[in-house]
C-alpha cells in the first residue's frame, strides 16, 4: 500500500498508524501541534477528516471558552495536496480590571483543491475578561464555532460561570457542554461535583475486537481524564475521535490527594495536586485549582482552566486524516 508524504514544514512530526481502524480505514495522520503543514495523497480515493480547533484562555478563576469539531469526507487523486493550519490554545491571563480578555485560540483551517473554493475552518474560542473590582464580565467568553463545507459540525461552549469547570470542545456526538460544579465537563455532559464528567461511554474492555496494533483496556468505572492520552504510555490508543472517552480534569485544592467522585454522566479523573490526572488530554475540560504556582491547561479544544492566579491555557487544535479506505 501506499503511503502518505511526510507533512512540511513539521513543527513536530506527525504521528502515524496502520489499522484497519474502527472506521474502515487503514492509515491515520495526526497533525498536532500549532503551524502550517501540507498533506500530499499518495493514494487515489476517499479520506475522512476530524478536527478540534483552539479553546481560550482563561481569566484568572473565570474558565475559557471550548472549540467546535468538525468533520468532513473528501476524494483525492494521487497528488493532491492539502494544507492545514493548526492553531494554538489562547493564553490565560491573571485576574485584573483591565477589560483585556484572555487571549482566543488560534483559527485552525484546511484547505486545498479537494476541497474546492471555501476552506474548512475551525474558528478558535474567544476568551473571557473578568473584573475584579466590579464582579462581572466585561467581556463574554464565545464558542468556537465552524465554516465552510463540513459534512458534520458542533461549536463549543462557554463556561457556566467564575470558580467553575471549564468546558468540553464540540465532538462527533453534539455541541460541548459547561460544567455546574469545579470538575471539567466531558463529551458526555458536564460535571455537578469536584470530579471531571466522563464522556458518552465506558472504555473498551479487553474482551472486546480491538484492531491489531491497538490497545484497549478497562478500568472499571473510574474513567481517567488521561483515557486518550497522545503520548503517556498509560494511553488507550483507539482510532478515530468517535472512540474516545474524553473526560473532564479534576478539582485539585492544593495538598489534595483524594480519589475522584462520580459526576455527571460518569466518573472523572483522579488525581493529588501534582497528577498529570488533573490535566485533561482530548476534548475535555481541565476543572478549577486554587493553586497559584501552576495553572492547568485544557485538553485538545477545551477551554482554559480557571485559576486563583494566572488563567489556564486553552486547549490547542488536532487534525485527524484517515486514509487508505477498506475494499
Known sequence: MGRNAPLAPAPRAPERANGPGSNGYFRRDIIRRPGTYTWKAE??????????????????????????????????????????????????????????????????????????????????????????????????????????????SFPGAVPAGRGRGSPSSGSPFGPGYNSGGAGGAGWGGGSDSIAGASSHHPLPSSSQNVPPGLTAISIGNVLSSTSFNLTSPRSVKLWDLADADSAGGEYLSAGSN?????????????????????????GGGTGYTNMTARPHDSGYGAGGGASGGQGGKGGEAIVFIFWDEAA
Open 43 to 152: 493514494k487515489a480515493g476517499k479520506i475522512k477528516i476530524q478536527g478540534l480547533g483552539a479553546g481560550s484562555g482563561a481569566d484568572g478563576d473565570y474558565p475559557g471558552a471550548s472549540a467546535a469539531f468538525g468533520e468532513k469526507t473528501l476524494t483525492v487523486a494521487i497528488g493532491d495536496t492539502l494544507t492545514i493550519v493548526i492553531g494554538d490554545g489562547g493564553a490565560g491571563k491573571s485576574p485584573d480590571n483591565s477589560g483585556v480578555r484572555a487571549s482566543a485560540g488560534g483559527s485552525t483551517s484546511i484547505s486545498g483543491t479537494p476541497v474546492g473554493g471555501s476552506p474548512l475552518v475551525l474558528v478558535g474560542a474567544q476568551g473571557p475578561a473578568w473584573s475584579t473590582v466590579s464582579s462581572v464580565l466585561t467581556s463574554n467568553p464565545v464558542a468556537g464555532t465552524a465554516t465552510g463545507p463540513w459534512d458534520k
Open 258 to 282: 483524594a480519589a475522584a467522585l462520580p459526576a455527571g454522566p460518569g466518573a472523572g479523573g483522579a488525581g493529588g495536586s501534582n497528577s498529570p490526572a488533573s490535566i485533561s488530554v482530548l
